[in-house]
């Protein structure tokens, strides 16, 4: 996949996530371009570092693990906050209230009028 992404010219466009992070690690020795965000299910001591030691640039958290500590930390350490998967209004607006940077959801249209007006982007 990532020699596909590669010889369209998308490497700067197109986000790797996964629960397999073997999988991320060699995504990102094939083309350090492409973004990878680690899949967390369940709550983990300070995964802002095991972010960072492994080189992906975001988090994707089950969102019942996210708090606004896990959010504030990461943002310091410049990682993005996307937690998953929301697809009921009041989870998702307690996630653009602690800043989350996106939401991932199956129900997009709902999600944008859930989120209406606030800082968090569907996707």
Do not use: K
Not at 37 to 46: D, F, K, S
Not at 82 to 109: F, H, N
């Amino acid at each position: 996949m990532v020699e596909r992404v590669a010889g369209l010219g998308l490497s700067g466009r197109v986000l790797l996530s996964s629960f397999n992070h073997l999988s991320l690690l060699e995504a990102r020795t094939l083309d350090a371009a492409i973004e990878t965000a680690a899949i967390l299910y369940g709550r983990m001591a300070e995964p802002w570092d095991y972010a960072l030691r492994h080189g992906f640039q975001a988090i994707h958290p089950i969102h019942q693990a996210v708090t606004g500590e896990l959010v504030e930390r990461c943002h310091a350490a410049g990682l993005a906050v996307r937690p998953w998967t929301l697809d009921e209004a009041e989870p998702a607006r307690r996630m653009q209230a602690l800043g989350v940077d996106a939401i991932i959801t199956d129900m997009p249209r709902q999600a944008r009028e859930w989120c209406a007006g606030g800082a968090a982007r569907t996707g």
